[in-house]
T-cell receptor, first 113, second 115 residues
Framework: GENVEQHPSTLSVQEGDSAVIKCTYSDSASNYFPWYKQELGKRPQLIIDIRSNVGEKKDQRIAVTLNKTAKHFSLHITETQPEDSAVYFCAAGSGGGADGLTFGKGTHLIIQP | GAGVSQSPSNKVTEKGKDVELRCDPISGHTALYWYRQSLGQGLEFLIYFQGNSAPDKSGLPSDRFSAERTGGSVSTLTIQRTQQEDSAVYLC?????????????FGSGTRLTVV
């Protein structure tokens, strides 16, 4: 089955700086890579996703890059703000079923004022 | 409904008691997933339902855990003879057509505390 590794487990950056979270996956059949943001005490929410037919996707201050050859994908947040503080989960999937999405263990992003 | 609804939002129970957690998925979403999230940890897969098919129970940690889904919609996760290590947030998610390629929508979770 799929295995997703996520690094770092904790990331502290100064407000205004950029943050990068990296994930690797093992199953070359995976073709869908979403990122979820979970604020303290709240549900995980999908913030951006990428499919295997593109290498990069941007949405305002958030971007995701995908390298299928190396089997890794990354979340980039620019001009970080206090409200970006949360736990971020990456995931990889190839379709349906219980194996549909495999999650990383999460990165606790802390934005220092 | 507009989102995935879970109830109760919080549950405190005594060790050894049974609990039932409820999930009402987004209307039209055929796939439903239960995950467990222990304090500061990632998402642990528990069970998956696709429509009215038999569920994939491969993630259930013990035979004290069971789940059902009535009419392909509402699901109930039951934990019998609760133990302190069952304390966690139990998250339900649904997805369209059972494919992951549209992402999951999560409920707000049930925070279970076993005392």
């Amino acid at each position: 089955g799929e295995n997703v590794e996520q690094h770092p487990s904790t990331l502290s950056v100064q407000e205004g700086d950029s943050a990068v979270i990296k994930c690797t996956y093992s199953d070359s059949a995976s073709n869908y890579f979403p990122w979820y943001k979970q604020e303290l005490g709240k549900r995980p929410q999908l913030i951006i996703d990428i499919r295997s037919n593109v290498g990069e996707k941007k949405d305002q201050r958030i971007a995701v890059t995908l390298n299928k050859t190396a089997k890794h994908f990354s979340l980039h947040i620019t001009e970080t703000q206090p409200e970006d503080s949360a736990v971020y989960f990456c995931a990889a999937g190839s379709g349906g079923g219980a194996d549909g999405l495999t999650f990383g263990k999460g990165t606790h992003l802390i934005i220092q004022p | 409904g507009a989102g995935v609804s879970q109830s109760p939002s919080n549950k405190v129970t005594e060790k050894g008691k049974d609990v039932e957690l409820r999930c009402d998925p987004i209307s039209g979403h055929t796939a439903l997933y239960w995950y467990r999230q222990s304090l500061g940890q990632g998402l642990e897969f528990l069970i998956y339902f696709q429509g009215n098919s038999a569920p994939d129970k491969s993630g259930l940690p013990s035979d004290r855990f069971s789940a059902e889904r009535t009419g392909g919609s509402v699901s109930t996760l039951t934990i019998q003879r609760t133990q302190q290590e069952d304390s966690a947030v139990y998250l339900c998610a649904s997805s369209l057509h059972g494919t992951a390629n549209y992402g999951y929508t999560f409920g707000s979770g049930t925070r279970l505390t076993v005392v």
